[in-house]
Protein backbone atom coordinates (compact mmCIF):
# COMPACT_ATOMS: atom_id res chain seq x y z
CA UNK A 1 0.00 0.00 0.00
CA UNK A 2 1.01 2.99 -0.78
CA UNK A 3 0.24 6.64 0.92
CA UNK A 4 -1.34 9.77 -0.97
CA UNK A 5 -2.03 12.70 -0.12
CA UNK A 6 -5.77 13.66 -0.65
CA UNK A 7 -6.67 17.15 -0.68
CA UNK A 8 -10.69 17.44 -1.36
CA UNK A 9 -10.62 21.19 -1.67
CA UNK A 10 -13.51 23.53 -1.92
CA UNK A 11 -16.95 24.08 -3.04
CA UNK A 12 -17.70 20.79 -5.12
CA UNK A 13 -14.26 19.04 -4.44
CA UNK A 14 -15.64 17.12 -1.10
CA UNK A 15 -18.31 15.45 -3.75
CA UNK A 16 -15.81 14.38 -6.55
CA UNK A 17 -13.48 13.65 -3.98
CA UNK A 18 -15.39 11.17 -2.57
CA UNK A 19 -16.76 9.61 -5.90
CA UNK A 20 -13.06 8.99 -6.90
CA UNK A 21 -12.79 7.13 -3.52
CA UNK A 22 -15.34 5.03 -3.85
CA UNK A 23 -14.40 4.16 -7.35
CA UNK A 24 -10.68 2.90 -6.16
CA UNK A 25 -11.81 1.46 -2.89
CA UNK A 26 -13.82 -0.88 -5.52
CA UNK A 27 -11.17 -1.67 -7.70
CA UNK A 28 -9.17 -2.48 -5.30
CA UNK A 29 -6.33 0.61 -5.52
CA UNK A 30 -3.76 -0.76 -3.60
CA UNK A 31 -3.49 3.41 -2.03
CA UNK A 32 -4.27 4.49 1.62
CA UNK A 33 -5.54 7.97 1.46
CA UNK A 34 -4.67 10.59 4.01
CA UNK A 35 -6.46 13.55 3.85
CA UNK A 36 -5.77 17.30 4.41
CA UNK A 37 -7.13 20.13 3.29
CA UNK A 38 -6.26 23.31 1.85
CA UNK A 39 -7.70 26.25 0.60
CA UNK A 40 -11.12 28.34 2.33
CA UNK A 41 -12.25 26.00 3.40
CA UNK A 42 -9.30 25.76 5.81
CA UNK A 43 -9.09 29.12 5.87
CA UNK A 44 -12.75 29.60 7.28
CA UNK A 45 -11.99 26.69 10.17
CA UNK A 46 -9.06 27.18 10.82
CA UNK A 47 -7.41 30.82 9.71
CA UNK A 48 -4.86 29.15 7.46
CA UNK A 49 -4.88 28.71 3.65
CA UNK A 50 -1.99 25.44 3.31
CA UNK A 51 -1.55 23.88 6.41
CA UNK A 52 1.57 23.20 8.32
CA UNK A 53 0.10 19.32 7.84
CA UNK A 54 -0.52 19.47 4.64
CA UNK A 55 2.69 20.44 3.50
CA UNK A 56 4.04 17.47 5.87
CA UNK A 57 1.79 15.27 4.34
CA UNK A 58 3.27 16.50 1.00
CA UNK A 59 6.25 16.12 2.34
CA UNK A 60 6.34 12.74 3.38
CA UNK A 61 4.02 11.11 0.54
CA UNK A 62 5.34 12.74 -2.55
CA UNK A 63 2.43 12.08 -4.60
CA UNK A 64 -1.09 13.59 -4.16
CA UNK A 65 -4.75 13.84 -5.49
CA UNK A 66 -6.51 17.48 -5.43
CA UNK A 67 -9.66 19.06 -5.84
CA UNK A 68 -10.22 22.61 -6.98
CA UNK A 69 -9.49 25.20 -4.86
CA UNK A 70 -11.16 28.99 -4.67
CA UNK A 71 -9.12 32.10 -5.38
CA UNK A 72 -10.69 34.76 -5.11
CA UNK A 73 -10.26 37.63 -8.34
CA UNK A 74 -8.81 40.43 -8.42
CA UNK A 75 -7.89 40.42 -4.52
CA UNK A 76 -7.49 38.58 -1.46
CA UNK A 77 -5.01 35.45 -1.43
CA UNK A 78 -2.16 34.18 -3.43
CA UNK A 79 -3.76 31.30 -5.18
CA UNK A 80 -3.33 28.16 -3.34
CA UNK A 81 -2.60 25.70 -6.31
CA UNK A 82 -0.10 28.04 -7.43
CA UNK A 83 1.83 28.68 -4.52
CA UNK A 84 1.98 24.65 -4.18
CA UNK A 85 3.48 24.67 -7.65
CA UNK A 86 5.98 27.31 -6.80
CA UNK A 87 6.89 25.73 -3.17
CA UNK A 88 7.39 21.98 -4.58
CA UNK A 89 8.76 23.42 -8.34
CA UNK A 90 6.34 21.25 -9.61
CA UNK A 91 7.70 22.75 -12.87
CA UNK A 92 5.21 20.70 -15.71
CA UNK A 93 1.69 20.82 -16.02
CA UNK A 94 0.95 18.27 -18.47
CA UNK A 95 -2.75 18.37 -19.57
CA UNK A 96 -3.87 15.54 -21.77
CA UNK A 97 -6.94 16.57 -24.18
CA UNK A 98 -8.61 13.44 -25.97
CA UNK A 99 -11.64 12.67 -27.62
CA UNK A 100 -13.83 10.05 -25.61
CA UNK A 101 -16.64 8.19 -27.36
CA UNK A 102 -19.95 9.34 -26.05
CA UNK A 103 -18.86 12.50 -25.38
CA UNK A 104 -20.41 14.98 -28.17
CA UNK A 105 -17.61 17.52 -29.44
CA UNK A 106 -16.84 19.24 -32.73
CA UNK A 107 -14.29 16.79 -33.45
CA UNK A 108 -13.71 13.42 -33.04
CA UNK A 109 -10.05 13.49 -33.62
CA UNK A 110 -7.69 14.99 -30.95
CA UNK A 111 -5.44 13.61 -28.79
CA UNK A 112 -2.96 15.85 -27.91
CA UNK A 113 -0.62 16.54 -24.52
CA UNK A 114 -0.28 20.06 -23.36
CA UNK A 115 2.83 20.70 -21.69
CA UNK A 116 2.66 24.07 -19.60
CA UNK A 117 5.34 25.48 -17.24
CA UNK A 118 3.71 25.61 -14.08
CA UNK A 119 6.62 27.74 -11.68
CA UNK A 120 7.42 31.23 -13.58
CA UNK A 121 6.26 33.18 -16.76
CA UNK A 122 3.33 35.63 -15.59
CA UNK A 123 2.40 33.73 -12.50
CA UNK A 124 5.96 34.71 -11.02
CA UNK A 125 4.00 36.83 -8.47
CA UNK A 126 6.05 39.76 -9.39
CA UNK A 127 3.27 42.22 -9.80
CA UNK A 128 3.20 46.19 -8.33
CA UNK A 129 0.31 48.96 -8.66
CA UNK A 130 1.09 52.72 -8.19
CA UNK A 131 -2.28 53.90 -7.30
CA UNK A 132 -0.96 57.21 -7.86
CA UNK A 133 0.26 56.67 -11.54
CA UNK A 134 -3.10 54.46 -11.78
CA UNK A 135 0.26 51.87 -13.12
CA UNK A 136 -0.11 48.44 -13.00
CA UNK A 137 3.74 45.82 -13.81
CA UNK A 138 3.29 42.33 -13.83
CA UNK A 139 6.04 41.03 -15.00
CA UNK A 140 6.43 37.60 -16.59
CA UNK A 141 9.92 36.02 -15.31
CA UNK A 142 11.01 33.33 -17.98
CA UNK A 143 13.98 31.62 -16.98
CA UNK A 144 16.61 29.45 -19.18
CA UNK A 145 16.75 27.01 -16.82
CA UNK A 146 12.77 26.69 -16.44
CA UNK A 147 12.72 26.97 -20.21
CA UNK A 148 14.61 24.10 -20.75
CA UNK A 149 13.12 21.45 -17.85
CA UNK A 150 9.99 22.07 -19.28
CA UNK A 151 10.84 22.21 -22.68
CA UNK A 152 12.76 18.58 -22.14
CA UNK A 153 9.76 17.28 -20.09
CA UNK A 154 7.97 18.05 -23.44
CA UNK A 155 10.74 16.16 -25.79
CA UNK A 156 10.97 13.09 -23.15
CA UNK A 157 7.47 12.05 -23.48
CA UNK A 158 7.10 12.82 -27.41
CA UNK A 159 10.29 10.43 -28.17
CA UNK A 160 8.70 8.07 -25.42
CA UNK A 161 5.93 8.01 -27.47
CA UNK A 162 7.19 8.94 -30.91
CA UNK A 163 5.03 12.14 -31.02
CA UNK A 164 5.69 15.23 -32.61
CA UNK A 165 5.92 18.59 -30.33
CA UNK A 166 4.62 21.86 -31.00
CA UNK A 167 6.35 25.15 -28.95
CA UNK A 168 3.88 27.68 -28.79
CA UNK A 169 5.05 31.58 -27.82
CA UNK A 170 4.72 35.02 -28.97
CA UNK A 171 9.12 35.81 -29.94
CA UNK A 172 7.87 38.01 -32.40
CA UNK A 173 6.94 41.09 -29.64
CA UNK A 174 7.90 39.22 -26.79
CA UNK A 175 11.56 39.29 -28.03
CA UNK A 176 13.62 38.46 -24.77
CA UNK A 177 10.81 36.14 -22.68
CA UNK A 178 9.66 34.67 -26.03
CA UNK A 179 13.07 33.76 -27.70
CA UNK A 180 14.67 32.53 -24.59
CA UNK A 181 11.67 29.99 -24.48
CA UNK A 182 12.18 29.23 -28.29
CA UNK A 183 15.87 28.92 -27.50
CA UNK A 184 15.57 26.43 -25.17
CA UNK A 185 13.70 24.28 -27.34
CA UNK A 186 16.10 24.18 -30.06
CA UNK A 187 18.87 23.45 -27.67
CA UNK A 188 16.53 20.66 -26.23
CA UNK A 189 16.06 19.55 -29.53
CA UNK A 190 19.12 18.23 -29.92
CA UNK A 191 19.01 15.93 -27.34
CA UNK A 192 16.23 14.19 -29.29
CA UNK A 193 17.11 14.18 -32.70
CA UNK A 194 14.25 11.33 -33.71
CA UNK A 195 11.40 14.16 -32.30
CA UNK A 196 10.08 15.86 -35.19
CA UNK A 197 9.01 20.00 -33.97
CA UNK A 198 8.13 22.85 -35.12
CA UNK A 199 7.02 26.50 -33.37
CA UNK A 200 3.82 28.61 -34.14
CA UNK A 201 2.83 31.91 -32.60
CA UNK A 202 0.31 31.85 -29.77
CA UNK A 203 -2.23 33.60 -31.83
CA UNK A 204 -2.17 31.39 -34.49
CA UNK A 205 -1.69 28.13 -32.58
CA UNK A 206 -4.91 29.36 -30.80
CA UNK A 207 -6.70 29.55 -35.05
CA UNK A 208 -5.13 26.62 -35.60
CA UNK A 209 -6.34 24.57 -32.34
CA UNK A 210 -9.96 25.24 -32.90
CA UNK A 211 -10.11 24.91 -36.64
CA UNK A 212 -7.53 21.79 -37.18
CA UNK A 213 -6.87 20.17 -33.96
CA UNK A 214 -5.91 16.73 -35.19
CA UNK A 215 -2.62 18.21 -36.26
CA UNK A 216 -0.83 18.75 -32.99
CA UNK A 217 0.22 15.83 -30.52
CA UNK A 218 2.27 17.50 -27.92
CA UNK A 219 2.15 21.29 -27.19
CA UNK A 220 4.46 22.72 -24.62
CA UNK A 221 4.68 26.96 -23.35
CA UNK A 222 5.09 29.22 -21.31
CA UNK A 223 2.36 29.75 -18.06
CA UNK A 224 -0.29 31.89 -18.88
CA UNK A 225 -0.39 30.94 -22.86
CA UNK A 226 -0.69 27.09 -21.51
CA UNK A 227 -3.04 28.01 -19.14
CA UNK A 228 -5.75 29.64 -21.69
CA UNK A 229 -4.63 26.80 -24.43
CA UNK A 230 -5.69 23.87 -21.87
CA UNK A 231 -8.63 25.41 -21.22
CA UNK A 232 -9.28 25.73 -24.78
CA UNK A 233 -7.96 21.87 -25.40
CA UNK A 234 -10.43 21.16 -22.54
CA UNK A 235 -13.17 22.33 -24.78
CA UNK A 236 -12.44 20.52 -27.84
CA UNK A 237 -13.06 17.47 -26.56
CA UNK A 238 -15.57 18.02 -23.90
CA UNK A 239 -15.28 20.16 -21.13
CA UNK A 240 -13.49 21.16 -18.16
CA UNK A 241 -15.32 18.38 -15.95
CA UNK A 242 -14.11 15.18 -18.66
CA UNK A 243 -10.02 16.37 -18.85
CA UNK A 244 -6.96 15.19 -16.07
CA UNK A 245 -4.29 17.49 -15.15
CA UNK A 246 -0.95 16.92 -13.56
CA UNK A 247 1.54 18.81 -11.73
CA UNK A 248 4.95 17.03 -11.97
CA UNK A 249 8.33 18.17 -10.26
CA UNK A 250 11.42 15.63 -10.27
CA UNK A 251 10.62 13.99 -7.48
CA UNK A 252 7.00 15.16 -6.61
CA UNK A 253 3.90 15.30 -8.32
CA UNK A 254 0.27 16.60 -7.54
CA UNK A 255 -2.54 15.27 -9.65
CA UNK A 256 -5.60 17.23 -9.78
CA UNK A 257 -9.09 17.96 -11.68
CA UNK A 258 -8.69 21.04 -13.98
CA UNK A 259 -12.02 22.48 -13.30
CA UNK A 260 -12.33 25.14 -10.57
CA UNK A 261 -14.73 24.71 -7.41
CA UNK A 262 -17.87 25.43 -9.40
CA UNK A 263 -19.58 27.31 -6.52
CA UNK A 264 -23.04 27.59 -8.38
CA UNK A 265 -23.59 23.83 -8.28
CA UNK A 266 -21.41 23.25 -5.34
CA UNK A 267 -23.56 20.69 -2.73
CA UNK A 268 -25.87 19.96 -5.29
CA UNK A 269 -24.54 16.02 -6.33
CA UNK A 270 -24.26 17.72 -10.03
CA UNK A 271 -20.92 17.84 -10.35
CA UNK A 272 -19.36 15.78 -12.85
CA UNK A 273 -16.08 13.43 -10.89
CA UNK A 274 -14.51 12.29 -14.32
CA UNK A 275 -11.97 14.78 -14.29
CA UNK A 276 -10.85 13.85 -10.92
CA UNK A 277 -10.87 10.54 -11.66
CA UNK A 278 -8.79 10.77 -15.03
CA UNK A 279 -6.39 12.60 -13.03
CA UNK A 280 -6.41 10.27 -10.49
CA UNK A 281 -5.85 7.42 -13.32
CA UNK A 282 -3.02 9.55 -14.81
CA UNK A 283 -1.48 8.73 -10.48
CA UNK A 284 -1.84 5.40 -11.11
CA UNK A 285 -0.10 5.05 -14.45
CA UNK A 286 2.50 6.96 -12.76
CA UNK A 287 2.68 4.95 -9.50
CA UNK A 288 3.38 2.05 -11.99
CA UNK A 289 -0.45 1.20 -10.92
CA UNK A 290 -1.32 0.35 -15.13
CA UNK A 291 -3.81 -3.01 -14.73
CA UNK A 292 -5.84 -0.53 -12.45
CA UNK A 293 -5.81 2.22 -13.94
CA UNK A 294 -6.94 0.58 -17.64
CA UNK A 295 -9.69 -1.51 -15.64
CA UNK A 296 -11.08 1.90 -13.97
CA UNK A 297 -10.64 4.09 -17.69
CA UNK A 298 -12.59 0.78 -19.21
CA UNK A 299 -15.52 1.09 -17.36
CA UNK A 300 -15.28 4.96 -17.08
CA UNK A 301 -15.79 4.98 -20.73
CA UNK A 302 -18.27 2.19 -20.88
CA UNK A 303 -20.31 4.82 -18.63
CA UNK A 304 -19.87 7.66 -20.73
CA UNK A 305 -21.44 5.81 -23.77
CA UNK A 306 -24.53 5.31 -21.91
CA UNK A 307 -25.92 9.05 -21.60
CA UNK A 308 -28.42 8.07 -18.71
CA UNK A 309 -25.77 6.67 -16.53
CA UNK A 310 -24.13 10.05 -16.78
CA UNK A 311 -24.23 13.41 -14.40
CA UNK A 312 -25.99 16.77 -16.36
CA UNK A 313 -23.01 18.43 -17.53
CA UNK A 314 -22.89 15.48 -20.20
CA UNK A 315 -26.69 15.35 -21.06
CA UNK A 316 -27.78 13.03 -18.52
CA UNK A 317 -30.02 13.13 -15.45
CA UNK A 318 -27.37 10.93 -12.45
CA UNK A 319 -26.39 13.07 -9.50
CA UNK A 320 -22.03 12.75 -8.68
CA UNK A 321 -22.57 9.35 -6.52
CA UNK A 322 -25.15 7.88 -9.25
CA UNK A 323 -22.95 8.32 -11.54
CA UNK A 324 -19.57 6.86 -9.61
CA UNK A 325 -21.89 3.66 -8.88
CA UNK A 326 -22.63 3.25 -12.73
CA UNK A 327 -18.99 3.23 -12.84
CA UNK A 328 -18.14 0.56 -9.87
CA UNK A 329 -20.93 -1.61 -11.83
CA UNK A 330 -18.93 -1.59 -14.94
CA UNK A 331 -15.56 -2.80 -13.47
P1 LIG B 1 -15.16 26.49 -12.62
O1 LIG B 1 -14.33 25.50 -13.35
O2 LIG B 1 -15.31 26.29 -11.16
O3 LIG B 1 -16.62 26.55 -13.27
C1 LIG B 1 -16.86 26.88 -14.63
C2 LIG B 1 -18.17 26.23 -15.09
O4 LIG B 1 -17.94 24.83 -15.27
C3 LIG B 1 -19.29 26.36 -14.05
O5 LIG B 1 -20.50 26.54 -14.72
C4 LIG B 1 -19.26 25.02 -13.34
O6 LIG B 1 -20.51 24.62 -12.81
C5 LIG B 1 -18.81 24.08 -14.46
N1 LIG B 1 -18.04 22.95 -13.92
C6 LIG B 1 -16.76 22.97 -13.44
N2 LIG B 1 -16.41 21.76 -13.02
C7 LIG B 1 -17.46 20.94 -13.24
C8 LIG B 1 -17.70 19.56 -12.99
N3 LIG B 1 -16.77 18.75 -12.45
N4 LIG B 1 -18.91 19.04 -13.31
C9 LIG B 1 -19.84 19.82 -13.88
N5 LIG B 1 -19.68 21.14 -14.13
C10 LIG B 1 -18.50 21.69 -13.81
O7 LIG B 1 -14.53 27.92 -12.93
P2 LIG B 1 -14.78 29.34 -12.27
O8 LIG B 1 -16.23 29.52 -11.98
O9 LIG B 1 -14.08 30.28 -13.16
O10 LIG B 1 -13.99 29.29 -10.90
C11 LIG B 1 -14.57 29.04 -9.62
C12 LIG B 1 -13.46 29.03 -8.60
O11 LIG B 1 -12.55 27.94 -8.83
C13 LIG B 1 -12.60 30.29 -8.59
O12 LIG B 1 -12.36 30.64 -7.25
C14 LIG B 1 -11.32 29.87 -9.28
O13 LIG B 1 -10.20 30.61 -8.85
C15 LIG B 1 -11.21 28.43 -8.83
N6 LIG B 1 -10.39 27.60 -9.73
C16 LIG B 1 -9.62 26.64 -9.16
C17 LIG B 1 -8.89 25.79 -9.94
C18 LIG B 1 -8.07 24.73 -9.27
O14 LIG B 1 -8.17 24.56 -8.07
N7 LIG B 1 -7.27 23.98 -10.00
C19 LIG B 1 -8.89 25.89 -11.41
C20 LIG B 1 -9.80 26.89 -11.93
C21 LIG B 1 -10.50 27.72 -11.10
Known amino acids: MTTVTLIPGDGIGPEITEAV ?41 RIALKGPITT ?57 FDERLGIADSIARVTVEGSHKIVRAAFKYADKHKLKVTVAHKANILKAAGRIFLEAAADVSKEYPNVVWDDKIIDNMCMQLV ?47 V ?21 GLM ?29 RDLGGTASTSEFAQHIISNL
Open 21 to 61: KAIFAAAQVPITWEEENAGQTTFDAMGELIPQSLIDSLERN
Open 72 to 128: PVGKGFKSVNVQLRQKFDLYANVRPAKTTPGIKTRFDNVDLVLFRENTEGLYAGLET
Open 259 to 279: HGSAPDIAGQGLANPTALLRS
Open 283 to 311: MLQYMGLFEQASRIEKALEKTLLDKNSCT
Open 211 to 257: SKPEQFQVIVTTNLFGDILSDLCAGLVGGLGVVSGANIGDDMAIFEA
